[in-house]
């Protein structure tokens, strides 16, 4: 399993530079971290390390190849607990990601479904956030099996962060072979579960993980508060069971994770050096 890093290392940076200081670190793949429909204004000045969804897959590509540096994922998180609009990110975004990935042999596209930040998104029952999220991915699911990809479900919300509403969507999707999971460790733990637990039932689906450790100063908000962005320290500093997750799933085939850390230099290889002690390869 390939340890990658999530291309937000430094503030205000573009893709390019992120890259390359990905690369001066040692690191040989990282996701595409963000993306967006159109153009962005950040983006366009080197600002964000943004990637348009309606730019040649290619010149992405070619931009990774000059750095000698391995896509592993797309990321298109989406809002998919909220009502649809235009402006949010959501089933087209996801689409356009798919086709984005598949023509240039990115296997994995991942979402979610995240906090929903309207009173109507919040009222939802279970089963009507199920549903809701299982129709938004309908399309996108069918599409992804078609292009021989997967949309991979990220723990960073109400239903993803627990086995219960994971196993829902992956039923109401008829438990394709075109979704699967990336396993967030301190999202998932955040959310009130146990990552070691989610990584034993579903073993078989996880093709990707996002790798944070978390400190027991975030235990006030554990249960109440549905994705952590990234970790402020390295693997094996906090309290989440990083190795427990690494003991079930060091067998599991899965080719790529990612760390989703900030910090210097040092935490990003502290963290490396403990994934590897775990039986993680580099």
Excluded at 160 to 181: H, R
Excluded at 207 to 215: E, T, Y
């Amino acid at each position: 399993m390939n340890i990658g890093v999530f291309l937000l290392i430094k503030s205000f940076q573009g893709v390019e530079e992120q890259l390359k200081i990905a690369k001066n670190m040692g690191f040989s793949c990282a996701d595409i971290s963000n993306t967006n429909s159109g153009g962005s204004m950040l983006g366009t000045a080197g600002f964000d390390p943004t990637v348009s969804l309606d730019e040649n897959p290619f010149d992405i590509k070619r931009i990774f190849d000059k750095y000698d540096m391995k896509i592993s994922t797309v990321c298109a998180h989406g809002n998919l607990l909220d009502p649809t609009k235009p402006s949010r990110y959501s089933t087209h975004e996801i689409m356009k990601a798919i086709r984005l990935g598949a023509a240039i042999g990115v296997k994995d596209i991942i979402t979610t479904e995240n906090e929903p930040h309207t009173e109507w998104g919040r009222k939802l029952t279970f089963d009507q956030r199920i549903f809701i999220i299982a129709e938004k991915l309908y399309e996108p699911v069918k599409m992804a099996a078609d292009y021989g990809v997967r949309i991979l479900l990220e723990n960073h919300g109400p239903v993803t962060d627990t086995i219960e509403g994971i196993q829902a969507v992956f039923d109401l999707l008829d438990n394709s072979p075109a979704i699967g999971l990336n396993l967030d460790t301190g999202n998932s733990w955040l959310g009130g579960s146990d990552p070691v637990e989610i990584a034993k039932k579903f073993k078989d689906k996880i093709h990707h993980i996002h790798w944070k450790d978390l400190g027991e100063d975030w235990l006030p908000k554990r249960g109440k508060q549905f994705g952590a962005g990234f970790s402020p320290i390295a693997m094996g500093d906090g309290i989440i069971d990083i190795k427990g997750v690494c003991d079930v799933l060091k067998d599991a085939g899965i080719e790529s994770s990612t760390l989703e850390i900030v910090g210097d230099d040092e935490i990003f290889h502290k963290s490396v050096e403990f994934l590897r002690s775990c039986g993680v390869s580099f």
